[in-house]
């Protein structure tokens, strides 16, 4: 009986962290669903911004820190001051990297949003540095999960609450706003939406907009659990996140949502049941069959060439 209970809980536990892992997966695979959903193409850039919002939640809340802020006052801060960031810098990139070479071919854009990318590492490495720094546990203490916190850390409850907040907030806003109604129209038809009246150039930047704020708020939220960043993880995590765009069907919100889940349940239960060596595999493998049986993705559409 004892065993069993031991093996329940190890379950849960490994259930919990595979759905924490997931929803930021999620987060950030909303923003590339999002840009490839309204302009066709993929914001390889996308992982990098993620990066660039740890470091200003890093930065915002050493300044807070030092000015004897209280935990929570310095976390919703740090989180603003990072999406406000990371959403100008997906406004760049959407005017530097991608307007002038949106009549081109698909792969100026594509090559122009990787060397964006390198761009961003590089000025990073720079500006900060290339070693691990120190994020402190914002989230820590927020909540008291008593004989709960054997299953799930009250990080991890933290993080998967406001990550499904943020999640229902954009499904509420692309589905029930006058914005999300423009930015389905441009999606199904950009030039009858054009016709009537929708600005596409300012809804296709706040697409940029949106999609970098939230995987700066992500990162704010991971980074606190972890305790750690560096320039590196922004590709990493950008390159799971695209994965899971993929896997739940690219240009679907709520396939991004459910690819990002499933990538993370996956990835715990390989560490936990086989090794951590094989996380990755076994992922990966998910994605190949997926692609295979169903090449849009879980909740993709299939869609066929006119001749």
């Not at 708020?217 to 922004?234: C, K, P, R, T």
């Amino acid at each position: 009986m004892q065993a069993l209970n031991e093996s329940g809980s190890f379950f849960l536990e490994l259930f919990f962290s595979g759905l924490t892992r997931g929803s930021i997966y999620a987060l950030i695979a909303l923003g590339y669903t999002m840009v490839y959903g309204i302009i066709g193409l993929i914001n390889f850039a996308h992982g990098e911004i993620y990066m660039i919002g740890a470091f200003v939640g890093l930065t915002v809340a050493g300044i807070l820190s030092i000015l004897q802020f209280n935990l929570i006052a310095i976390l919703v801060l740090a989180a603003l001051f990072a999406m406000v960031y990371a959403a100008a810098y997906g406004y760049t990139i959407e005017k530097v990297a991608y307007k002038p070479l949106r009549g081109s071919t698909r792969l100026a854009p594509l090559i122009s949003a990787i060397g964006m990318s390198m761009f961003l590492r590089e000025y990073v490495i720079l500006a900060q540095t290339p070693d691990f720094v120190s994020f402190p546990a914002l989230t820590e203490g927020l909540f008291d999960l008593g004989a709960f916190s054997s299953m799930i850390q009250p990080t991890e409850l933290v993080i998967l609450i406001f990550s499904f907040l943020m999640m229902a907030g954009l499904f509420i806003l692309i589905k029930k706003t006058k914005i999300g109604k423009a930015m389905r129209a441009i999606s199904q038809d950009r030039e009858m939406a054009m016709l009537l009246g929708v600005n596409s150039d300012r809804m296709i930047s706040l697409t940029f907009m949106i999609g970098s704020a939230l995987a700066a708020f992500g990162a704010i939220l991971i980074s606190a659990h972890v305790g750690q960043i560096n320039y590196n993880i922004g590709f990493v995590v950008g390159i799971k996140a695209f994965t899971a765009a993929v896997l739940g069907g690219i240009g679907s919100i709520p396939g991004a949502a459910l690819g990002g889940i499933i990538l993370g349940l996956t990835e715990s239960f390989a560490t936990g049941y086989v090794s951590s060596d094989y996380e990755d595999v076994f992922a990966f493998g998910i994605l190949v069959l997926i692609l295979i049986f169903k090449p849009a993705g879980i909740l993709g559409k299939s869609t066929t060439e006119k001749v």
